[in-house]
């Protein structure tokens, strides 16, 4: 996002201040004793380990937010362990994976680890899933979430209504069901 976008901007700018450092250290013309340049180049060691290491927590950030932001996922704990970022939290089956998600980022796949216990979560299109799974309704039956309340019309067989009946107490985020099957 826009936070990204200022980030590496930011970074370009103090990549810009010391490629104007480094021309003027490696200038003949441009005099300056000795002393000065040793702490000229100190100073550019120095900036460029603080940019290479402000770029890769800038990196696990943009991760860690995005992976967050993701439908499933409660992020209970992040950490760099050894250079590999660790993530972890709880997971719904039904979310992504989070190794397609690493691919997105400019992560190298091989230095992130998931530790994610799994739950169910509550958010809308994961019950609407799940819901679907379980009770397999016939195309005559129209289905609908309002809330945690499961609305249910249409035609089906007195097999499959009494099946629904015994099935839905199983659906995690359907608390009432309002129903109106023939």
Not at 86 to 105: E, F, H, I, K, Y
Not at 113 to 136: A, G, K, N, T
């Amino acid at each position: 996002g826009h936070l990204g976008l200022a980030r590496h901007l930011e970074a370009w700018e103090m990549v810009e201040q010391v490629r104007l450092l480094w021309a003027m250290l490696i200038d003949p013309d441009y005099d300056m004793p000795w002393e000065v340049k040793v702490w000229v180049l100190l100073a550019l060691l120095v900036a460029y380990w603080l940019v290479a290491r402000w770029h890769d927590h800038s990196i696990r950030q943009d991760y860690i937010e995005m992976l967050k932001a993701e439908p499933g996922f409660v992020i209970t704990a992040h950490s760099v362990d050894d250079g590999n970022l660790v993530m972890q939290g709880l997971r719904d089956p039904l979310a992504r994976n989070p190794s397609d998600l690493v691919s997105l980022s400019q992560l190298d796949p091989a230095r992130v680890v998931h530790d994610f216990e799994p739950y169910q979560s509550l958010d809308r299109q994961f019950v609407h899933r799940r819901m679907l799974r379980i009770i397999q309704p016939p195309d005559s039956v129209t289905l609908r979430v309002v809330g945690d309340r499961l609305e249910v019309s249409g035609q089906a067989s007195q097999e499959w209504i009494r099946s629904f009946e015994t099935r839905t107490p199983l659906i995690p985020g359907i608390n009432q069901v309002d129903s109106h099957l023939q």
